[in-house]
T-cell receptor
Framework: EAEVAQSPRYKITEKSQAVAFWCDPI?????LYWYRQILGQGPELLVQ????????DSQLPKDRFSAERLKGVDSTLKIQPAELGDSAMYLC???????????FGSGTRLTVV | GQNIDQPTEMTATEGAIVQINCTYQ??????LFWYQQHAGEAPTFLSY??LDGLEEKGRFSSFLSRSKGYSYLLLKELQMKDSASYLC??????????WGAGTKLIIKP
């Protein structure tokens, strides 16, 4: 069964440091999403890509967060500098053309200390 | 505005039936999803409703009423492994999902 690959699985970083997450969606899936999920809350969309283009990054804190999907395949989400409030699960998901629903990767649990 | 409401937490007994409700107000509607999320893991797809009525899949069923902005997830013959959070999500016209905060379901022996 096709999967969305994410790494690392866990990350501990000190505040003010830079951190990056990687995602490889299911082959052929044009749409890729990065979500942040704080414990006890639903996922919050950070950025949506259609191929290599950003479709929606209205909730991305652009002063510290950046995302790219240069070749329209895998994607990287970066935080610089990390803050204590960034501690959360970062989820990547992908979907095919007009797929109903997303497939999520296993997520990256970020702890900022 | 856009809003999805579901109970924060529910408790049920192993072997019993539980119904988790979800109400929504969104701009545009392209279907409603239920996802299961175990602690520390990513959400996994359970069900999708786009037309009114009941969709049954094994022990899990999902119901939708578009006119009432209402859905429920019904879990039968509860097992301990069903202890998880259940997330309701609505697909808008652009296929983007709007998520509820999730309902934490606690199963007791």
């Amino acid at each position: 069964e096709a999967e969305v690959a994410q790494s690392p699985r866990y990350k501990i970083t000190e505040k003010s440091q830079a951190v990056a997450f990687w995602c490889d969606p299911i082959s052929g899936h044009a749409t890729l999403y990065w979500y942040r999920q704080i414990l006890g809350q639903g996922p919050e969309l950070l950025v949506q890509f259609q191929d290599e283009s950003v479709v929606d990054d209205s909730q991305l804190p652009k002063d510290r967060f950046s995302a790219e999907r240069l070749k329209g395949v895998d994607s990287t989400l970066k935080i610089q500098p990390a803050e204590l409030g960034d501690s959360a699960m970062y989820l990547c998901a992908s979907s095919g053309f007009r797929d109903y629903g997303y497939t999520f990767g296993s997520g990256t649990r970020l702890t900022v200390v | 505005g856009q809003n999805i409401d579901q109970p924060t937490e529910m408790t049920a007994t192993e072997g019993a039936i539980v119904q988790i409700n979800c109400t929504y107000q969104t701009s545009g509607f392209n279907g409603l999803f239920w996802y299961q999320q175990h602690a520390g893991e990513a959400p996994t797809f359970l069900s999708y409703n786009v037309l009114d009525g009941l969709e049954e899949k094994g022990r899990f069923s999902s119901f939708l009423s578009r006119s009432k902005g209402y859905s429920y997830l019904l879990l039968k013959e509860l097992q301990m492994k069903d202890s998880a959070s259940y997330l309701c999500a609505v697909s808008r016209s652009n296929y983007q999902l709007i998520w509820g905060a999730g309902t934490k379901l606690i199963i007791k022996p």
